[in-house]
């Protein structure tokens, strides 16, 4: 898409939060101005994310999200 992150955080316990602190982008990629990204492994070890953005001009807002949950194989 055009877009180099770089991010600042913590870790605790089984939760990653991170917020941009950096943003390059390419000419033709959108306008994205800052990201926030929360991971965590969840209720029988599923790991749920979930990425707010700030880009076109909006404020941070929920972007996407999900649950994964293992394979036993």
């Known amino acids: 898409t055009g877009i ?3 991010y600042d ?3 605790v316990f089984r939760k990653v939060e991170i917020r941009t602190i950096g943003i ?3 000419p ?3 306008e994205v101005t800052g ?3 929360l991971y965590g492994i969840v209720e029988d ?3 749920a994310y979930a ?3 700030k880009a076109v001009g909006q404020d941070l807002q929920p972007h996407f999200s999900a649950k994964l ?3 036993s194989g």
């Open 4 to 6: 180099a992150e770089v």
């Open 9 to 11: 955080g913590e870790v």
């Open 24 to 26: 390059g982008r390419t």
């Open 28 to 30: 033709t990629a959108k």
């Open 35 to 37: 990201l926030h990204r």
């Open 45 to 47: 070890g599923d790991l």
């Open 51 to 53: 990425v707010d953005m």
């Open 69 to 71: 949950r293992p394979v």
